[in-house]
């Protein structure tokens, strides 16, 4: 007896077709279905994300909810991918943020490379508070250089591209010493073998506010940014590799007003031998171009006052009154201006210090700059 | 003047009993451990060779005994070698100072006897804490302080768990396996350092052999009661177990209950063939649901960070991990699915070849090669062994190589230097050589062309 008779019946009892029928609607069907229940994957979906709102910045996390989350899935803020993807539990993962532009993002959930959930605008960056760029000159010294190496006026760091510190003038090279925090105390230690380049800055940096509420000024490095204040070092891109520069003193960028004023001094006799017309102040503070006193005459020798002996120091031999006549770099300063950030006002003492001798003033009289007829206190 | 002349210093029995009665007195006054070892060892090799005659029965004790005396001459050579006026005793491994000082502070606690505020901290820190420490500290509070008699304490917990192996396998796979398996065991020179030592690997290994044996008669045993009896001891072991190692309990159950599944695979060859077929789908489902995934993920994760704290100490170290990951540990959260790949795959390659000969960078690295190289050897005859070994005796056979993959499992995905692994190793070790020695055995005798079955071998048995 044939298997399929001439009727299309099996073994000459069911009809094939009904058997095909049968066994797909009782077996294939069902194991279909339960196979698809067996090996079907829980869709993954995104409930929320807290928060929804942050400030752009660096370091930030946030944490999505969801269902069915899984190991290995990533998310994502419109095209930009989260940095990582931290899964907590089925329900829960943490998220390092990417560097996002201020702006609102869809929230997209990735398995693999295939979108599976998307809440759409549920995160918005906010801009941060307007950090302005400023320039500042700042005096100081290049570190560790060879012994013939220096800079020429003009110099940009880097060399190429949009600069962020530019030499506006620069000194004969010296032995080298860096100034070192030690506790409490600044200490001068000499770098054998190294020598060091003076010179005046102009930087470019960003002003930020410090943990204590004050605002600084910070330049970029290529590990940290380095705050624009007396002893910190810059570390610039220069033409042949990193350099480095120690500030010694800062100063705003803005051409200094000046003051032309009398200054009475009282000298010895071997002081008075050796002041000059042209002498230009070095003391700390008056270092950087432009903003440093100079001797413009010299007007006169007298007998000291008993007044302006006692206000000096303890001089040796027969104390003179020597009367100068100065020019004067000055800032405007709350209280009116200033010169090495002390007041600079008629009957104020001046140091006047050279690399030969330092001498105190007091000053007698004041010409103020043209456009600023009289101190103008702050 | 009359009669034969007797030699002067002739010495009756009873004479020889008392000089002998003496000696082993004044042993026991300096050690006390000592002799309680010597008779332990009598027993111990008495037990041993139970049963076996003829040459197999010299050539065993010739083994047993000579590993017996230069585990001996090894801790005799410690004290000699120690110079006692600078510190108080000497140790074979910087942890076993530490560890033995460790178990004299209990044992003083215990007695009573004054302590230094730090040693009492010290005695009771989490790190490295176990129940074998409270083992030394009351053989302490019987025979005394014996930092050196605690290495036989070791020797012997060692001893012990190998002859117990040596015995089962005996009966499964035949005398040469056992033998040459034994031998491995015995005087190979990484398990030869461990089995002196005064930490816990000898009672560990003791303990699980054991269990392993256990696990045999509760399937074999005749009576039921002894079925019951082997079922208790087990389920206690693993509870003493957990005490004496970390995780040491899930160890041994993992490695039973894989045993067995593997044994009752086995021995129907057409459920394991169903089993094959079946496995990887019953896999995918299992695996399809997130909670299972992210537990894998998570014990991923977690043997990443193990093997990251291991490459972060001193020594020789080796890395499992992507690069990346190593800088900073908190990147093992954000394990992607390709690096956590690699790893399990870098983790197991790395157990069996780690450390590469051509890698070896000083002298004591040098001096281990050839136990490498061995250790290679031991690992290629594994595989035919373990397929031998299954013709042979499918429930021992399964139940060495549940022990031996949990064990080496374990230790490879945690592990991230060189000597810890080497260390480590040895919790598989005991139970590989076994395997690789039939291996060895089969083929010889393939080699030689012995038609049948070799003149060693025990027909093969069943289940129970």
Redesign the interface.
């Known amino acids: 007896m044939p298997i399929v008779d001439d009727r299309g019946r099996v073994a000459g009892r069911v009809n094939l077709l009904d058997a095909f029928v049968a066994v797909f609607l009782l077996v294939v069907v069902p194991l279909g279905y339960g196979a698809y229940l067996l090996f079907r994957t829980p869709k993954p979906k995104l409930v929320g994300i807290a928060p929804t709102t942050i400030y752009q910045g660096p370091n930030v996390r946030i944490g999505i909810s969801g269902l069915n989350l899984r190991p290995f899935m990533r998310v994502s803020f419109d095209t930009i991918q989260g940095r990582t993807f931290l899964i907590g539990s089925t329900k829960f993962a943490a998220i390092d943020m990417p560097d996002l532009a201020p702006g609102t993002y869809d929230v997209v959930l990735f398995d693999y490379m295939q979108e599976v959930d998307r809440l759409p605008k549920a995160l918005t960056v906010l801009p941060q508070a307007p950090q302005p760029l400023i320039e500042m000159e700042v005096a100081g010294s290049f570190l560790y250089m060879p012994g013939t190496a220096s800079f020429t006026v003009g110099t940009k760091f880097p060399p190429t591209g949009d600069p962020i510190a530019e030499v506006l003038a620069v000194g004969p090279p010296s032995p080298a010493d860096i100034r070192v925090r030690a506790g409490d105390v600044t200490v001068a230690v000499p770098v054998p073998g190294q020598s060091q380049v003076p010179a005046t800055l102009r930087v470019k940096c960003s002003v930020s506010a410090a943990p204590d509420g004050t605002l600084q000024c910070n330049v970029p490095g290529p590990r940290a940014t380095a705050v624009v204040a007396p002893d910190s070092n810059l570390t610039l891109a220069g033409p042949n590799g990193w350099v480095n520069f120690q500030i010694s003193e800062a100063h705003a960028t803005a051409k200094p007003a000046v003051a032309r004023a009398r200054v009475t001094f009282i000298v010895s006799a071997a002081m008075l031998a050796r002041i000059k017309v042209g002498d230009t102040d070095k003391s700390p503070g008056a270092g950087a171009l432009g903003h440093a006193a100079k001797i413009v005459s010299l007007d006169g020798v007298a007998a000291a006052s008993a007044g302006a002996l006692a206000r000096a120091s303890i001089i040796a031999g027969e104390p003179r009154a020597l009367t100068a006549t100065l020019v004067v770099p000055i800032q405007q300063a709350t209280g009116g201006w200033s010169y090495k950030r002390e007041p600079f006002k008629i009957g104020g003492s001046l140091v006047f210090e050279t690399r030969d001798y330092v001498v105190h003033g007091e000053v007698a009289d004041i010409t103020w700059p043209s456009a600023t007829a009289a101190p103008s206190p702050r | 003047m009359s009669g034969p002349a007797q030699p002067a210093m002739a010495i009756g029995p009873m004479g020889a009993a008392t000089i002998a009665g003496i000696a082993v007195g004044v042993v026991y006054a300096l050690s006390p451990l000592t002799v309680l070892f010597a008779i332990a060892m009598a027993v111990m090799l008495r037990w041993a060779v139970r049963g076996i005659d003829g040459d197999e029965r010299k050539w065993l004790l010739v083994l047993l005994i000579g590993a017996v005396v230069v585990r001996v001459a090894a801790v005799a050579l410690l004290f000699a070698s120690t110079n006692h006026a600078q510190v108080p005793f000497g140790s074979f491994f910087g942890d076993e100072e530490y560890f033995i000082k460790r178990a004299i502070w209990l044992r003083n606690v215990g007695t009573g006897l004054p302590v230094h505020g730090a040693d009492l901290i010290y005695a009771f820190d989490e790190y490295s804490a176990t129940s074998y420490l409270y083992v030394l500290a009351f053989v302490q509070f019987l025979v005394g302080t014996a930092p050196y008699g605690v290495h036989l304490v070791g020797i012997a917990f060692y001893l012990f768990g190998a002859i117990l192996l040596y015995r089962v396998v005996r009966s499964s796979f035949g005398r040469m396996p056992a033998f040459i398996g034994l031998a491995i065991v015995l005087l190979m020179p990484t398990l030869f350092a461990w089995s002196i030592s005064a930490l816990k690997d000898p009672l560990f290994f003791a303990l699980s052999a054991v269990t392993l044996s256990g696990a045999v008669n509760l399937v074999r045993a005749r009576l039921w009661r002894h079925r019951f009896v082997a079922a208790g001891a087990v389920a206690l072991l693993c509870v003493v177990l957990a005490t004496v190692r970390q995780g040491g309990a899930v160890l041994v159950i993992a490695s039973i209950a894989l045993g067995y599944a593997v044994a009752a695979l086995v021995i129907r060859p057409r459920v394991l063939l169903a089993s094959i077929v079946v496995l990887p789908i019953v896999i ?2 299992i695996m ?4 299972v ?2 537990r894998a ?1 998570n014990a991923v994760q977690a043997a990443a960070g193990q093997h990251w704290g291991h490459v972060a100490t001193p020594g020789w170290v080796y890395k499992l991990l992507d690069d990346r990951l190593y800088p900073d540990r908190s990147e093992i ?2 394990l ?2 390709g690096e956590a790949l690699r790893f399990l795959v870098r983790a197991v390659t790395g157990y069996v070849t780690v450390p590469l000969p051509w890698d070896a960078q000083s002298t004591p690295a040098l001096a281990y090669l050839p136990e490498q190289l061995f250790w290679y050897v031991l690992v290629a005859l594994f595989v035919p062994g373990v397929l031998f070994a299954f013709r042979r005796d499918a429930l021992v056979a399964a139940l060495l190589f549940g022990y031996a993959m949990v064990a080496a499992l374990m230790v490879a995905v945690t592990s991230g230097n060189v000597g810890t692994l080497i260390r480590h190793r040895g919790l598989a070790l005991p139970y590989i050589v076994w395997l690789s020695a039939v291996g060895a055995c089969e083929l010889l005798t393939a080699a030689r062309g012995t038609a049948g079955a070799p003149a060693h071998a025990l027909p093969a048995r069943t289940l129970s």
């Open positions: 995918g489902a399809s649901r997130p909670p995934q992210l993920y959260l954000d992607r699915a």
